[in-house]
């Protein structure tokens, strides 16, 4: 559990962790921010579940909560195929009435400060207005497809393999079954997160009550489960009878390439459905080629998750780099200073050093790069990372490259 601080005051407003009796009211603050009712007793009895102790905060005028924060515990695969400690952010909203006076500014601090005491390398979450975290630290550091398909234009090519069978779960099933298998197969692609009891309740069992979500998982051979996917029908506007509904998937987990084909396998043979749209694919999946009519596959990119490299030399420490020259990166961070200093990053590792830097990058930048979603190189030209020393960027690009493209996987 985070250990959290002191209260903070500012002129107008108090922020600190919420009690026990005030979560329903941080929640209250988050769904009016995304212009939803406020949850009756049903729907917070389910959303309680996800307010894990000491992980929320509140921005209060007097009396009056008018911001508020929280996050799950979780962990990230960083490159290389470590695993540490991450916060997974969420329930970020603040009142209209009291919008541009610096309550988000407070919570993001105080959170922030709270997680690096507490020993969490990083913070990430999902932006729905991407023009705010920049200014705490946050980049851009796993990007995705949005993939649409016509089903009945998407006739599988025969020569795709097969894994095993897909079955539709129950809600107790999908509730008790999927957490473990989730453990098991959980890819060691970087950027996949693990899913705390939080996530599960708020992601799954709340959606499975309220949002009609449906759940299929594939078993192997060995009966195990080792893919899932999460999807709901929604309607497509039309004035045409002949247009069917349509499909969206919030989640869609396999252990390899083969599980992955069931489950499209899966999704394009329900029926009656006109349209599938996955949400958050990796950059790398071979749909198209996976089709006799890759016309059949709409794809656009999309901005996954949102990177703050909480403890800087921890993160670097964990992960590994390719195949170059080292390189002195001095990070700057105005939010956590002691993340701020030079470190000198190579095939090794990282460590401090008093060495002059060749290139100097903000904490949000760090953040762009240390996943590889983002070459150095081309930071450098858009004048997000200051070159020192030109013949450095060639090899930091090299160092922060991965094997494939990072990516996270779960909606938060």
Request: charged letters at 25%; proline letters at 7%; a negative charge.
């Amino acid at each position: 559990m985070t250990q959290t601080l002191p209260s903070t005051r500012t002129t107008d407003f108090e922020i600190r962790a919420v009690e026990d009796d005030e979560r329903r009211s941080a929640y209250t603050v988050f769904m009016e921010a995304l212009h939803e009712e406020p949850p009756d007793d049903e729907k917070w009895t389910l959303a309680a579940r996800a307010y894990e102790p000491g992980r929320a905060y509140g921005a209060f005028a007097g009396d009056t909560l008018v911001g508020a924060t929280m996050s799950l515990t979780s962990d990230i695969t960083v490159p290389g195929g470590g695993v540490v400690p991450m916060a997974a952010v969420t329930g970020v909203g603040v009142r209209t009435d009291h919008r541009r006076r610096g309550v988000l500014t407070g919570l993001m601090r105080r959170q922030l400060a709270d997680l690096a005491a507490a020993g969490e390398v990083f913070a990430t979450l999902h932006a729905s207005e991407p023009t705010i975290y920049g200014r705490f630290g946050y980049g851009l550091g796993t990007l995705a497809r949005v993939v649409r398909v016509k089903p009945p234009r998407a006739r599988m090519r025969a020569d795709v393999p097969t894994a095993g069978t897909t079955r539709l779960l129950t809600k107790d099933e999908a509730l008790t079954l999927l957490p473990g298998a989730y453990q098991r197969l959980r890819p060691r692609r970087a950027g996949v997160m693990g899913r705390a009891p939080s996530w599960w309740a708020m992601c799954y069992e709340y959606r499975l009550t309220h949002m009609r979500l449906r759940v299929a998982a594939h078993y192997g051979p060995d009966g195990e489960i080792d893919g899932m996917v999460g999807f709901r029908s929604v309607e497509i506007p039309s004035d045409d009878p002949r247009v069917n509904a349509g499909v969206v998937v919030l989640d869609f987990v396999g252990a390899n390439q083969a599980v992955e084909n069931d489950l499209w396998r899966f999704l394009l043979g329900i029926d009656l459905v006109d349209d599938v749209t996955v949400y958050m694919r990796p950059l790398d999946e071979p749909l198209e080629a996976m089709l006799e009519n890759a016309h059949a596959v709409r794809c656009e990119w999309d901005e996954e998750l949102w990177v703050r490299v909480v403890d800087v030399p921890a993160a670097l420490a964990a992960r590994t780099y390719g195949a170059a020259d080292p390189v002195v990166v001095e990070v700057v961070d105005p939010i956590l200073p002691a993340n701020s200093g030079r470190y000198l990053v190579g095939p090794h590792g990282a460590d401090r050093t008093d060495a002059p830097a060749a290139l100097t990058l903000g904490v949000e930048a760090l953040g762009m790069v240390y996943f590889g979603a983002w070459r150095p190189s081309k930071l450098a030209g858009i004048g997000r990372l200051a070159v020192h020393d030109p013949a450095a960027l060639p090899a930091a690009d090299r160092l922060f490259a991965t094997d494939e493209p990072s990516w996270c996987g779960s909606l938060f």
